[in-house]
């Protein structure tokens, strides 16, 4: 055999073992991740937090994505209101410096408080109406939202594979609220008029709560799914025994 092409076949051979290895065998729990034998409320809440900032990097290998910043090119919202907003080049911030208040773990149900500060920034299109105000804009868009709360529960089951137990997620269910003041600012509102823009900008910040709960809904759902996604994938790709060592 051609030299050259013993050492392809050899490469080939060692990422075909690889492979194998990482399908059958499963991931390797990061180093970053500290696992709680007792799984005790307070060392689960530490451990998680201790998680965020690492974990939001992403996990190439099990297909986990980067979430902090989480990029979207393209959003379409369409409010009961009759109010039509796109959001393009969209960047979400705040993630990795999310707290957690509250874990508990038990019969293979978990519940996670946590509450976070995030930041949108994009550009946005918009038309139509948004409680009592007409919008027809085009600009620049930011979100802040200094307190947003957000309850979690997981429901995990057992599932084996190729002589491996993974603890899956089998159910997830997730809300949210927003807590404190969300500022928004948007630039061009109403085309052509600054002052009607500016109007319907004081008139939105002044009506917040509601305004959060049609326009910010919608954007936070979508921070939401890409966190699921990642945790299902967490979970689907580390093998149970690695996560959980002891559970008497």
């Not at 073992?17 to 990482?22: N, Q, Y």
């Not at 991740?33 to 990097?57: D, G, N, R």
């Not at 307190?147 to 899956?168: C, M, P, W």
């Not at 910010?216 to 759902?221: E, L, W």
Request: one cysteine or more; hydrophobic letters at 40%; a neutral charge.
């Amino acid at each position: 055999m051609n030299p050259i092409n013993s050492k392809v076949y050899f490469t080939q051979v060692v990422v075909t073992l690889l492979c194998f290895s990482t399908g059958s065998l499963g991931g390797i729990l990061p180093d970053y991740i500290h696992v709680c034998p007792s799984l005790t409320s307070e060392c689960l809440k530490k451990t998680i937090q201790e998680t965020i900032p690492e974990f939001v990097k992403g996990i190439p290998e099990l297909g986990i994505v980067p979430i902090d910043p989480i990029t979207h090119d393209y959003i379409a919202i369409e409010l009961p209101g009759g109010l039509k907003l796109e959001l393009f080049n969209g960047r979400i911030t705040g993630i990795r410096k999310c707290i957690v208040d509250n874990v508990k773990y038990e019969n293979k149900q978990a519940d996670i408080d946590i509450h976070c500060h995030l930041l949108i920034k994009g550009r946005y299109k918009a038309h139509g109406n948004i409680l009592i105000v007409q919008i027809n804009g085009d600009g620049d868009a930011k979100l802040k939202a200094t307190n947003v709360t957000i309850s979690a529960k997981l429901k995990f089951e057992d599932q084996e594979r190729n002589g491996t137990v993974y603890h899956e997620i089998k159910d997830i269910s997730v809300k949210h609220k927003f807590v404190d003041r969300v500022v928004f600012d948007l630039t061009n509102l109403f085309k052509g008029s600054p002052e009607i823009s500016d109007a319907v900008l004081h008139f939105l910040n002044d009506n917040w709560k509601v305004v959060a709960e049609e326009f910010g809904d919608p954007i936070v759902n979508t921070i939401v799914n890409y966190v699921v996604d990642n945790i299902k994938r967490f979970f689907r790709g580390i093998p149970k025994d690695q996560i959980i060592v002891n559970n008497k």
